[in-house]
């Protein structure tokens, strides 16, 4: 079954920066577009970035175009979020899954940025 781990969340103040790590296992998922989502507190789920595996075409909502740049290790099956310039509004748990999402959400990883 298909296995997605986030990581490299944490505290960091307006400004500051993380990088963060989704590992995918348990399936193929080259054939699928991988993207990132995050949640805040009391909203929606919504998309962040995407990815092709194979030709890494990229995508972004418009909130993150600049700031945040999505990449992957295709030889790992990993796919990484650089988030810079964060924001206070960036605070959420960032999760990963295909694109649309397919899968079983992992945990997600924690990010907190303070003003």
């Known amino acids: 079954q298909a296995q997605l781990v986030e990581s490299g969340g944490g505290l960091v103040q307006t400004g500051g920066s993380l990088r963060l790590s989704c590992a995918a296992s348990g399936r193929t998922f080259s054939p699928y577009r991988m993207g990132w989502f995050r949640q805040a507190p009391g909203k929606e789920r919504e998309f962040v970035a995407g990815i092709t595996w194979r030709a890494g075409i990229t995508s972004y909502v418009d909130s993150v175009k600049g700031r945040f740049t999505i990449s992957r290790d295709s030889t790992n099956n990993t796919v990484y979020l650089q988030m810079n310039s964060l924001k206070p509004e960036d605070t959420a748990v960032y999760s990963c899954?295909?694109?649309?999402?397919?899968?079983?959400w992992g945990h997600g990883t924690q990010v907190t940025v303070s003003s």
């Open positions: 899954n295909t694109q649309p999402p397919l899968y079983i």
